[in-house]
């Protein structure tokens, strides 16, 4: 066996691929699940609190900033290990999916929030005058006037934001999440074999891909002449 | 008995932490009146415009709208403001919306109009400026003077019943401020009440019924285009004339 062919057995072994495929996809499958989660409540949420934070009620925004810089600065593993080997010790069982879902959505909804927070405060207070000085109220001036706006400059940070903490998804296996990664690293314990692995690379990459290029579309799409 | 005045605004004072910006102003605008407030920055005279909607809240006095008592905490001040106009010196446009989006929004989210009536108000509104073809630009593709058109068509189409001008032509260049100034007006002509603070001394002389100058706060000394311009009574006033005119 020369090396090459010693390479393509260990990488792209044919045979354990075609063995594991339907493992890797329903993997896969997870991992969308997992990731829509994530990305629908984690957004929600750091939406959600930039604009209740908006409202400059002083005690309340002391408390957002606090839990945002907390789950800011905790790498997403640890806050994963924490709800699953730490709930049960006051006699809640998260499962592994939902320790991860609930991790990884906490964690999103701390950077969303900044950044939704940053696009809100970097309309200029012109735009909330005029609208204002016109009868909108402050909610309308927010939904019609401020927020369009500040969501089209937050738009290519969310992205990058978003795609980084949706890739933890793979942290996943730690909690005995049956994700891409989860069901390569049984199958390579299976089969002796890292080809799974490669599967699992091709499969985030059939994943992510498609949002790197949408997320670089939509940046050029929603940019608009000042 | 005299109409009741559009604007009356009694004993306003501001303060911004320790600077005590408005001492006790009155203000008081009748029917179809055009004043004018000039004084050097940082006299009140943008903060003395600002608390006739509410923009800013004064610390103590009275500002009666149209028989409306804006500082009572019954009113409601969005419903209120409708009837107050106000142009903005860097217009304040809504960049993410057309002409005609910036002028019906409030149409159609306090006025309660539907959007075919609000369109057609809008366009309206547009054509009083003189740019009902600009309708489905927005504001980036439109020179400083037009944007400033749309913002007084904004406010005007809400049929206000005075009209509040915050150096509206401070930031247009010199060939653009024409264009403003006859929109301006045109809305004089139609016996719209206003209030412009502006340097734009060649239309007070022209335009205005009343000139205040302000100070420090108050308002130093008031009279008719002429008496200021040309007599002033008070030194204050006589410098700040005379600087200017040198320009």
């Given at each position: 066996m020369s090396n090459w062919e010693r390479f393509l057995d260990t990488f792209f072994n044919g045979r354990v691929m075609a063995r594991y495929l339907p493992d890797i996809a329903y993997g896969t499958l997870v991992t969308i699940e997992l990731a829509a989660l994530v990305i629908i409540s984690g957004l929600a949420a750091g939406l959600a609190l930039a604009l209740v934070r908006s409202l400059g009620f002083r005690p309340l925004n002391l408390l957002i900033v606090f839990v945002v810089d907390l789950f800011r600065a905790l790498p997403p593993l640890v806050i994963i290990v924490f709800i699953y080997f730490g709930l049960p010790a006051v006699e809640v069982s998260p499962s592994g999916f939902i320790s991860t879902w609930l991790s990884l959505a906490l964690v999103l909804m701390a950077f969303s929030e900044e950044i939704f927070w940053a696009g809100i405060t970097s309309i200029h207070k012109g735009q909330w005058e005029a609208a204002r000085s016109t009868g909108l109220s402050y909610g309308q001036t927010l939904i019609h006037v401020v927020l369009p706006q500040a969501i089209r400059l937050t738009i290519p940070p969310l992205t990058n934001r978003t795609i980084a903490i949706t890739?933890?998804?793979?942290?996943?296996t730690v909690v005995a999440v049956s994700e891409i990664l989860g069901m390569a690293s049984s199958a390579v314990s299976n089969s002796y074999n890292p080809s799974p692995l490669t599967l699992g690379a091709i499969a985030y990459l059939i994943l992510f891909l498609p949002m790197v290029i949408v997320g670089r579309w939509l940046e050029t799409r929603m940019t608009w002449k000042r | 008995m005299l109409p009741r005045p559009v604007v009356e605004a009694r004993g306003i004072h501001k303060h911004f932490g320790a600077l005590h910006?408005?001492?006790g102003v009155d203000l008081v605008v009748a029917e179809r009146e055009l004043v004018f407030v000039i004084g050097p920055?940082?006299?009140g005279k943008s903060t003395l415009l600002r608390c006739l909607n509410r923009l800013e809240e004064p610390a103590a006095g009275s500002v009666v709208i149209d028989g409306v008592n804006?500082?009572?905490?019954?009113?409601?001040i969005n419903h209120a403001r409708q009837r107050i106009g106000m142009v903005f010196q860097s217009f304040?446009?809504?960049?993410?919306?057309?002409a005609l989006g910036n002028v019906t929004l409030a149409l159609r989210?306090?006025?309660?109009?539907?959007r075919a009536e609000a369109d057609e108000l809008g366009r309206a509104a547009l054509a009083r400026v003189g740019l009902a073809e600009r309708a489905?630009?927005?504001?980036?593709?439109?020179s400083g003077g037009q944007q400033q058109r749309v913002a007084i068509a904004r406010a005007i189409a809400l049929e206000p019943r005075v009209m509040l001008f915050d150096?509206?032509?401070?930031?247009?260049?010199p060939e653009l401020v024409g264009s403003v100034l006859g929109v301006m007006r045109d809305l004089r002509e139609s016996g719209m009440a206003m209030v412009v603070v502006s340097h734009e001394m060649g239309f007070a002389r022209n335009a205005a019924d009343r000139v205040l100058f302000m100070d420090q706060g108050v308002i130093v000394e008031e009279g008719t285009p002429a008496a200021i311009f040309?007599?002033?009574?008070?030194q204050r006033t006589r410098a700040f004339i005379s600087q200017i005119q040198r320009h």
């Open positions: 890739k933890g998804t793979a942290l996943g | 910006v408005l001492k920055s940082g006299s804006l500082l009572d905490p019954r009113t409601d304040n446009l809504y960049p993410h919306m057309t989210k306090v006025a309660g109009k539907p489905g630009h927005r504001p980036g593709e439109l150096e509206p032509t401070s930031a247009l260049d040309e007599s002033p009574a008070q």
